[in-house]
């Protein structure tokens, strides 16, 4: 299996314009998180999918940022208009299961950077 | 609501040494702990786990550690380190209520001098 496949992995991109994160979870994953990791916060939960419905989006910071799973092959993480302050490295990861008990698997990331 | 303390967010350690990266969790109800490690530009990747049985957790790359449900801890370590061990390790606690979510401490960099 290839694991969960993040693109891009840099993004550069000018403030105010719109900035789309894709994810491909590992097959057969029912889970779906999208965090963001900075110095300053450490790793933030941003949302959680399970079975492509939106579960918990309480670490979303503001309307800016919108998360799809329009299926259970992907899932994009959309951020309009992007600011200087969401530069970030942001990850995808998937899971088995509901199972309270199972760890997440990881992408690569994406390293954004809003100029 | 669950919470959990890494309480080193550096420790340097000379290569072959041992070492001990600490972790503290708060929770109402019980909990499954795991350890990540990531390694520079890269996601995080799993350790080790405990989910329940022995309270000593072996994890890959030589790695352990042990769940003390009386202290809340669930201490890293391993017994002689290597370069390649340099990294950030997170600990994360996930629990019944939590519906899937863990929650990730602060991490603690790990860095193994020569």
């Known amino acids: 299996d290839a694991g969960v496949i993040q693109s891009p992995r840099h993004e550069v991109t000018e403030m105010g314009q719109e900035v789309t994160l894709r994810c491909k979870p590992i097959?057969?994953?029912?889970?779906l998180f999208w965090y963001r990791q900075t110095m300053m916060r450490g790793l933030e939960l941003l949302i959680y999918?399970?079975?492509?419905?939106?579960?918990?989006d309480s670490g979303m910071p503001e309307d800016r940022f919108s998360a799809k799973m329009p299926n259970a092959s992907f899932s994009t993480l959309k951020i309009q208009p992007s600011e200087p302050r969401d530069s970030a490295v942001y990850f995808c990861?998937?899971?088995?299961?509901?199972?309270?008990?199972?760890?997440?698997?990881f992408g690569q990331g994406t390293r954004l950077t809003v100029v | 609501a669950q919470s959990v303390t890494q309480l080193d967010s550096q420790v340097p350690v000379f290569e072959e040494a041992p070492v001990e990266l600490r972790c503290n969790y708060s929770?109402?109800?019980?909990?499954?702990l795991f350890w990540y490690v990531q390694y520079p530009n890269q996601g995080l990747q799993l350790l080790l786990k405990?989910?329940?049985?022995?309270?000593l957790v072996k994890g890959i790359n030589g790695f352990e550690a042990e769940f003390n449900k009386s202290q809340t801890s669930f201490h890293l370590r391993k017994p002689s380190v290597h370069i390649s061990d340099t990294a950030e390790y997170f600990c994360?606690?996930?629990?019944?209520?939590?519906?899937?979510?863990?929650?990730f401490g602060d991490g603690t960099t790990l860095t193994v001098k020569p």
């Open positions: 990861a998937s899971s088995p299961s509901t199972g309270i008990y199972t760890e997440a698997f």
């Open positions: 097959s057969g994953h029912n889970s």
């Open positions: 999918f399970n079975n492509n419905v939106p579960i918990d």
């Open positions: 929770s109402s109800v019980s909990v499954y």
């Open positions: 405990y989910l329940s049985g022995s309270t």
């Open positions: 994360a606690v996930s629990s019944n209520t939590n519906a899937g979510k863990s929650t």
